[in-house]
């Protein structure tokens, strides 16, 4: 059990927290550190300035071709990133004294780079916390042993299908038997490693699944399946929808088409419940008629207009060393907005190549982008979508300019990254 915390309140009303907790949070003397109403209590955001995940795509070159993925719609430069620009990215972080977590991903498979391995050894040595998100295909019993010895934190596997049919149906490939027998013997080598429980050991299993029309009844089976492989999280995304074929297969429209204000509606709370044939129908009707909605003790719809690569204190370097805030500005893209076509714009904060990191991630505008981000004071396109504007992310009816993150539907919730 983690253990209770408890912040002081001194004679001038100040909240101080305990000195554990502000330096995971990454809270600074001076620092301004967002609060907002959470329910009964307050939400604490963690500070702008606290840089706590980096991106690291290796490389965007795949041994697939998946129909979801962003690569079928863009017109880029295959390439992977050189040892060298590695290595820079770990020297400008070597001066912080809490070490951001590594995480190998991207558009492209990490382990299909040939010093993938190398880098995650330099990062592990350096003091990270790794993660790194496969297709599974590579993991072959010399990679997999590796990643054991290097204590690879997190493994995430894409997987969103339990059967060969599904599988093949959204990833365009016949692999998920050689998958299934890559994470059982991962099973097995961490077994052998660290004894009694898979549990105790890394890399920690992670399953990651995309859910369309065409899968969606398979997401209890990849469930259960991820658990018996020994998987300890789930992440389920939306599809986002790059072509006419995938909007037929979005799980989400109606949702899209929910004012994001709606202080007029009625509270609903709704206790913990068994979760079954009588409660699901109830529930779904609940869950598509109101948008203040308190499921659980939780309250549903708080994270639309909030950018989770900000609230995560990330930032992201492509395989060229060009850095971004967040995954989807990496490339430019088409994708739909509802059923209108949207072109993301790619956008840049700096080069690791030309510019050390932690300048790039302390620049004052790249600050006030950050802010601007976490105030989220952009049009309302995913809900609006009625004027050219939302047809690029260049600018919106609010003044702002590229980059314009109204459109953004990471920002609502519907397209999750692990």
Known sequence: MPKTQYAQVDENGNIILPPELARELGIAPGDEVRVEPNGHGLKLRSPLTALKRVYVEVTNRCNLNCATCMRNVWDANYGGMTLDTFQQILASLSVLPQKPEIFFGGYGEPLSHP????????????????????????????????????????????LDGASPECYMDVRLGDSLPLILENLTRLRMQKYKTFGFSTWAGVPKLGIAFVAMKRNIHDLNEVIKLGMRLGAVE???????????????????????????SAQMSPLIQVPLMDIDEQTVPALAEVLNGMNRLELFGGMMNQNRDQCPFVERGSLAIRQDGKVSPCLPLLYTHEHYLDTRKRTSREYFVGDVTQTDLLEIWNEAEYLKLRKRLQDFDFSPCVFCNSCEMANENLEDCFGNVQPTCGGCLWAQGLIRCP
């Open 234 to 260: 789930f992440s389920v995304s939306n599809v986002l929808a790059h072509n006419a074929e995938l909007l037929d297969e979005n799980l989400y429209l109606r949702s899209m088409n929910v004012a994001p």
């Open 115 to 158: 010093k993938c391995l190398e880098m995650i050894e330099l990062a592990k040595a350096a003091g990270h916390s790794v993660a790194l998100i496969s297709n599974g295909i590579l993991l072959t019993e010399q990679v997999t042993q590796k990643l054991i010895d290097l204590r690879l934190d997190k493994l995430w596997v894409s």
